[in-house]
């Protein structure tokens, strides 16, 4: 064992301890309290750094049981318990019903209640024939004193606590009925559960106390300069503690941007410098804008209940706006003033009120189509939820950026355009492919797809052109480019990482490693 560093480190706090007291004595935080003046936490705080340093340790345990007196408590013992005081207002003013007491003893009616309950019980009270309540003339049972007198010691004491070893048997028993852990302002008496830990000096620290004998060191050193001590000249007789600079000093941890929202802001910021104007949406959205606005048929199988989650309560809108409810209806019916033939099938209005969370940002741009400007560009972030299997590419819970681009001159060359600023300048990405795409709202239809340095090709999202049948609905009758990108996938290639999942990491240190490329 090396004393000499062991001295070094140690806080005045342990060293009175180890001056003061020899291996026999058994030592608690109420003994340090009360003999070194030490406050509970500082007396804890010894404890605990000389057991890190094998000094003490814990020979004993012993749990006790207190019961602290409430606000409630405290009246009982001024005004009396609600037993005295119903026996009392019954005693003067003969029988009464219930919430005649209630009302005459200023006790509420559930305390009524049940007080009458075990005064039945008792013999104390009885109900009459008239269903009042009466006193028997029997007497008073003991519980009610004895409840009496543990209200007034309690009271009475300068910490409002009565030990449970200190109460008889029939004490124990009538407090218990009073008392509640959890939940106390409704009950008398609060329980608190504490545990008494008894410590001793090892025989490590007999050298120790010897060296700091030697050294003199009384553990009364001054371990910090202030104004006051310089002022008076104090500092010239006093001893200060020496300094250990070979301790690392505390960590410094400013606060930043999680990497991921920087990213997010980002992209907004690249988007609003094109001139796009920003939109949002609820997460909670109904059948008709999250699927039947974008041409999407109700029987679709990305409709079915293992990939879009419900809502439990409510489970429908109590109405959808109108005209866009019926020009909806009729395009999927049978096209109505679209030019298209529908999907000729019977429209479910019933159906397209149902709640759900929203599953695909492209809500976002259904619902922006009948108020746009045009020409117009828009944007938004949309977190979006969909049943799906969580991997390295995958989760049930992400984000897509949606936008949508309106006017006469724009076509699918404008559209390759954006996607390829999307991939490249915001994703990092530099291999970069297209591919044929189906989605029921879009003709023609692309993805684009990026090359990861682990993953591999994996689709970044999908874009087209919306069709009459979205457009038309909505009362806009001009070219509507519309994207659906993966935000999330285009962070793993922006942050350098190789798995969603790490986005929403729980490691703080590994997240703070992170550095945004932008």
């Known amino acids: 064992m090396d004393v000499k560093n062991i001295i070094k480190n140690l806080h005045p706090l342990e060293i009175k301890v180890l001056l003061n007291y020899s291996q026999n004595d058994e030592l608690t935080s109420e003994k340090l309290q009360k003999e070194l003046d030490y406050k509970e936490g500082h007396a804890n705080q010894a404890f605990s750094w000389l057991g890190g340093k094998e000094l003490v340790a814990v020979v004993k345990r012993t749990p006790h049981t207190f019961y602290e007196i409430t606000d409630l408590g405290r009246k009982y013992a001024k005004d009396g318990t609600p037993d005295e005081r119903i026996i009392s207002f019954v005693k003067a003013n003969g029988a009464k019903t219930l919430p005649e007491i209630a009302a005459g003893a200023g006790i509420e009616q559930k305390d009524v209640g049940s007080a009458f309950g ?9 109900m009459n024939a008239e269903k009042k309540a009466e006193y028997t003339g029997v007497e008073l049972p003991a519980r009610i004193s004895l409840a009496k007198a543990l209200f007034d010691r309690a009271a009475a004491s300068d910490n409002g606590l009565l030990d449970n070893a200190a109460l008889s048997a029939d004490e124990q028993k009538v407090i ?3 008392a509640k852990k959890r939940g106390a302002a409704d009950s008398p008496f609060k ?31 001054i371990g910090e300069l202030s104004t006051k001590m310089l002022a008076s000249g104090e500092w010239k007789n006093s001893v200060f503690r020496g300094y250990n600079i070979s301790i690392p000093p505390a960590r410094m941890i400013p606060g930043r941007t999680n990497p991921y929202v920087q990213f997010l802001e980002h992209v907004k910021d690249k988007l ?10 609820p997460l909670v959205e109904t059948e008709f804008w999250n699927g039947d606005a974008l041409f999407m048929p109700q029987f679709h199988a990305a409709r079915d209940i293992h990939d879009v989650y419900r809502i439990k309560n ?90 949508i681009v309106l006017g006469d001159d724009v076509n699918l060359r404008t559209l390759l355009g954006f996607l390829e ?43 087209g052109i919306f069709r009459p049948e979205v457009t038309k609905s909505m009362g806009v009758d001009v070219p509507v480019l519309a994207w659906g990108m993966g935000i999330d996938r285009m962070a793993l290639m922006a942050l350098g990482l190789n798995d969603l999942r790490e986005l929403f990491c729980e490691n703080i240190e590994e997240v703070r490693l992170r550095k945004a490329k932008f």
């Not at 075990?118 to 009885?126: H, I, M, R, T």
């Not at 609003?272 to 949406?281: A, P, R, T, V």
């Not at 209005?349 to 809500?363: A, D, K, N, W, Y």
């Not at 990861?452 to 999202?461: A, D, K, N, R, Y």
Request: charged letters at 25%.
């Open 191 to 221: 329980i608190i559960e504490r545990e008494t830990v008894v410590y001793k000096l090892t025989e490590n620290s007999a050298a120790v106390a010897e060296g700091l004998k030697n050294a003199g060191i009384t553990g009364n050193e």
């Open 314 to 403: 409510p489970t429908h809108a109590k109405m959808i706006e109108e005209p866009w409810l019926s020009n909806v209806a009729e395009a999927h019916k049978n096209g109505g003033k679209t030019g298209s033939r529908g999907w000729n099938y019977d429209f479910d209005h019933e159906f397209t009120r149902r709640l759900v969370l929203r599953s695909q940002g492209t809500v976002l741009s259904a619902h922006q189509l009948h108020s746009a400007e045009i020409p117009g560009k828009y944007f938004g972030i949309a977190r979006c939820f969909r049943y799906d299997k969580v991997d390295a590419t995958h989760l049930s819970d992400f984000y897509q950026t949606e936008g």
């Open 176 to 178: 218990a009925t009073s």
């Open 421 to 463: 600023m999307f991939a490249k300048e915001i994703a990092g990405a530099t291999e970069v492919k297209y591919v044929p795409g189906y989605f029921p709202f879009t003709e023609p239809s692309v993805e684009v797809h990026i090359k990861h340095p682990v993953l591999g090709w994996f689709e970044l999202g999908g874009a």
């Open 272 to 281: 609003c410098s094109l001139g796009f104007q920003e939109y949002d949406g």
């Open 118 to 126: 075990q005064l039945s019980k008792d013999g104390v009270l009885k």
